[in-house]
């Protein structure tokens, strides 16, 4: 079934380490997003990419990097810059024919937290 | 900077009553995305609205738009406790270089059905 895996489900981060969370999507979808969600919040933007080697900044960017060196994967690095990293992280996609009528697709999200 | 705003952000309600849940939004869009998240869970696509006046159904749930009022309404028809989850809306804005878009989330609302 064509859908978004993330790994972890379930991340624990040391202080001053950095930690990758994986997205890999078999949709063929073009864009893909990471999100932050906090208890009782929304979800706010954290990086998009729309092609491969290509990804823009969304709104709460800082102490975060991504890449994009394929079209299937978009990982995640929580550096050690992010001094409040303990949030659900989701990652979604969009793409493919009709894209502009379509959702965005989320995968089960990636717990991190502080030890 | 676009800001959605959903009302109220919490709702009790009685299994067999109705209510609808609101989403205000600041700056011009077309289209509007509703999703179920489940307590741990992920997001849920429940309704695409793409243009002025859309109104979907599903089951119990009916969602409009009003692109001029820049509102969304979520109503919610004989609540059952199968609906208790928190829904969010999602505003959509072009991303940069306009060739997909990015979605800024409502902080969602909190569905409680009891008996």
């Known amino acids: 079934d064509g859908g978004i895996t993330q790994s972890p489900k379930y991340l624990f981060r040391k202080e001053g380490q950095n930690v990758t969370l994986s997205c890999e999507q078999n949709l063929n979808h073009d864009a893909m997003y990471w999100y932050r969600q906090d208890p009782g919040q929304g979800l706010r933007l954290i990086y998009y990419s729309q092609i491969v080697n290509d990804f823009q900044k969304g709104d709460i960017a800082e102490g975060y990097s991504v890449s994009r060196e394929k079209k299937e994967s978009f990982p995640l690095t929580v550096t050690s810059a992010q001094k409040n990293p303990t949030a659900f992280y989701l990652c979604?996609?969009?793409?493919?024919?009709?894209?502009?009528?379509?959702?965005?697709?989320f995968g089960d999200g990636t717990r991190l937290s502080i030890l | 900077e676009l800001k959605v705003e959903q009302n109220p952000l919490f709702l009790s309600m009685q299994e067999g009553k109705n209510y609808t849940i609101y989403c205000n939004y600041s700056?011009?869009?077309?289209?509007l995305y509703w999703y179920r998240q489940d307590p741990g869970k992920s997001l849920e696509s429940l309704f695409v609205?793409?243009?002025?006046?859309a109104v979907k159904q599903e089951g119990r749930l009916m969602a409009s738009l009003d692109t001029k009022a820049r509102l969304s309404t979520l109503h919610i028809t004989a609540a059952v406790h199968d609906l208790s989850a928190t829904y969010f809306c999602?505003?959509?804005?072009?991303?940069?270089?306009?060739?997909?878009?990015?979605?800024?989330f409502g902080k969602g609302t909190l569905l409680t059905v009891n008996p």
């Open positions: 609205l793409l243009s002025n006046g």
């Open positions: 700056t011009t869009s077309d289209r």
């Open positions: 999602a505003v959509a804005s072009p991303n940069s270089g306009g060739s997909n878009y990015k979605l800024t």
């Open positions: 979604a996609s969009n793409g493919g024919r009709g894209w502009s009528n379509q959702p965005q697709h």
